[in-house]
């Protein structure tokens, strides 16, 4: 890879023109790289922003599909036919009840865990990552994943009929591994945690030649979480909210909806105004919070040990950009304990009926966490992204949610039993008052 030289050129819908390394600046050509030669810093898609103000207008964005590639003209793809799974434009639903559970007034829930095809906000970037992949050449794609990656990686390959082969930590969740192999992938269990299995994934893309959607397709990859940004900007009315609170794993998704607010200012479809963003991780695994309360600028890896697998990266890549994101707004970054995850998974399910795996248990969590310190105004409109779904991760509730009453088919039996459900009602209010 050398530094991009060619003339900046555009499609009459695509802007984007090269790689910029987010540490030295020095650009490259749009090839499938992710490392400054250089610095060695992270590369990113770079824009021409005054096209995007020339050419899009919020009218335009409207007209288009319902998923995420009515935002077309700012993810880096340049075909008019890119991969449409129905990905994107998930419910921003108004939370009225959990509003009211944690004395909030203005709280909205942007709910990935109905995203398609495989209910995680993952399929948003593979199906940025895999159209790229195919307008680069490549015919077989794979990733390094705790688990909904592989899932969203192996289905949308097999939409678009690429070759794929997946790499997982041995230890996952049943449902993430079932989601995965049903689209029939090659799928490499590996012993160890996310990190060892990320830095083999490394070796074999440099020896295999392979489009790695989180390696060296990454800076087009993530570029699809920036769509989580722009679909609460519109579904609000065209306007930013006061606050956000969204998981961190490697901290890219977190990076990328600040981007994708920053990206919407810039062209002129929203009004600029402070948005603040809080992120939330679990104490088993949360190189990025400790950093952030220690008041440090590097990231210390830590060795995963949490039952919120999905976020569990230890070395995670965007930490430090993370860090800075919540220290700029006036945001924080915070964990929770595995208990605590498991209530916030069960707090969103009875109040707005939403089953969220892990990840999303950690963010109310978090939510429910930031309130009672008095970290979130009441007024503001706070939006917290839920980024799986419950029924990949039922393994971590089991235990917690009680049983069914088995009963005979005879109404006297059907009347002791609820009966009972009354009692136990009861009881479980008597312990939350004490």
């Known amino acids: 890879m050398t530094q991009a030289t060619q003339p900046k050129t555009h499609s009459t819908t695509a802007a984007f023109e090269a790689l910029k390394c987010k540490e030295c600046g020095a650009e490259?050509?749009?090839?499938?790289?992710?490392?400054?030669?250089?610095?060695?810093?992270?590369?990113?898609?770079?824009?021409?922003?005054?096209?995007?103000?020339?050419?899009?207008?919020?009218?335009?964005?409207?007209?288009?599909?319902?998923?995420?590639?009515?935002?077309?003209p700012f993810l880096p793809v340049a075909t008019n036919t890119p991969i449409d799974v129905g990905t994107g434009m998930t419910p921003l639903v108004?939370?009225?009840?959990?509003?009211?559970?944690?004395?909030?007034?203005?709280?909205?829930?942007?709910?990935?865990?109905?995203?398609?095809?495989?209910?995680?906000?993952?399929?948003?970037?593979?199906?940025?990552?895999?159209?790229?992949?195919?307008?680069?050449?490549?015919?077989?794609?794979?990733?390094?994943?705790?688990g909904n990656l592989a899932n969203s990686t192996a289905a949308i390959a097999a939409h678009a009929g690429l070759d794929c082969c997946v790499f997982i930590p041995s230890d996952l969740e049943a449902g993430k591994v079932m989601g995965t192999l049903i689209y029939n992938p090659t799928v490499m269990s590996v012993h160890g945690n996310y990190d060892q299995v990320n830095r083999l994934c490394s070796e074999v893309a440099n020896t295999h030649g392979w489009g790695f959607v989180n390696?060296?397709?990454?800076?087009?990859?993530?570029?699809?979480?920036?769509?989580?940004?722009?679909?609460?900007?519109?579904?609000?009315?065209?306007?930013?909210?006061?606050?956000?609170?969204?998981?961190?794993?490697?901290?890219?998704?977190?990076?990328?909806?600040?981007?994708?607010?920053?990206?919407?200012?810039?062209?002129?479809?929203?009004?600029?105004?402070?948005?603040r963003f809080s992120g939330a991780q679990a104490e088993g695994c949360s190189p990025i919070a400790k950093a952030?309360?220690?008041?440090?600028?590097?990231?210390?890896?830590?060795?995963?040990?949490?039952?919120?697998?999905?976020?569990?990266?230890?070395?995670?890549?965007?930490?430090?950009?993370?860090?800075?994101?919540?220290?700029?707004?006036?945001?924080?970054i915070t964990s929770v304990n595995d208990a605590e995850i498991i209530e916030g998974i069960k707090l969103l399910a009875e109040t707005e009926g939403i089953f969220t795996e892990t990840a999303g248990g950690t963010t109310i969590a978090v939510l429910k966490k930031l309130v009672e310190a008095g970290k979130i105004d009441p007024e503001e409109v706070t939006v917290v992204y839920i980024t799986g779904n419950g029924l990949k991760t039922q393994e971590a509730v089991q235990g917690y949610v009680g049983e069914p009453f088995t009963i005979e088919p005879?109404?006297?039996?059907?009347?002791?039993?609820?009966?009972?459900?009354?009692?136990?009602?009861?009881?479980?209010w008597q312990q939350v008052l004490v």
């Not at 005879?410 to 479980?428: P, V």
């Open 215 to 275: 390696i060296n397709l990454r800076p087009y990859y993530s570029e699809g979480s920036k769509t989580l940004g722009y679909e609460v900007a519109e579904q609000l009315g065209w306007q930013l909210p006061d606050h956000i609170v969204a998981p961190l794993a490697s901290g890219s998704l977190f990076t990328k909806i600040y981007k994708g607010f920053q990206e919407f200012v810039e062209v002129g479809l929203v009004d600029a105004k402070p948005v």
């Open 410 to 428: 005879k109404l006297d039996s059907f009347e002791r039993a609820l009966e009972r459900s009354k009692t136990l009602d009861r009881l479980e």
């Open 94 to 146: 108004q939370s009225n009840r959990l509003a009211r559970r944690l004395g909030l007034k203005k709280l909205y829930i942007k709910n990935d865990a109905v995203n398609m095809p495989t209910l995680s906000f993952k399929d948003r970037v593979v199906s940025v990552a895999l159209t790229r992949a195919q307008e680069l050449g490549f015919t077989t794609v794979s990733c390094a994943s705790t």
């Open 292 to 332: 952030f309360e220690e008041g440090r600028d590097f990231i210390s890896p830590v060795k995963p040990n949490t039952i919120a697998k999905s976020i569990a990266i230890g070395n995670p890549a965007d930490g430090v950009y993370a860090i800075d994101i919540a220290r700029k707004t006036n945001g924080t």
């Open 28 to 72: 490259y050509e749009l090839k499938a790289s992710h490392v400054c030669e250089f610095c060695f810093g992270p590369l990113e898609v770079k824009y021409d922003y005054e096209f995007l103000r020339r050419t899009v207008t919020r009218e335009t964005i409207q007209a288009g599909p319902n998923s995420i590639w009515r935002y077309r």
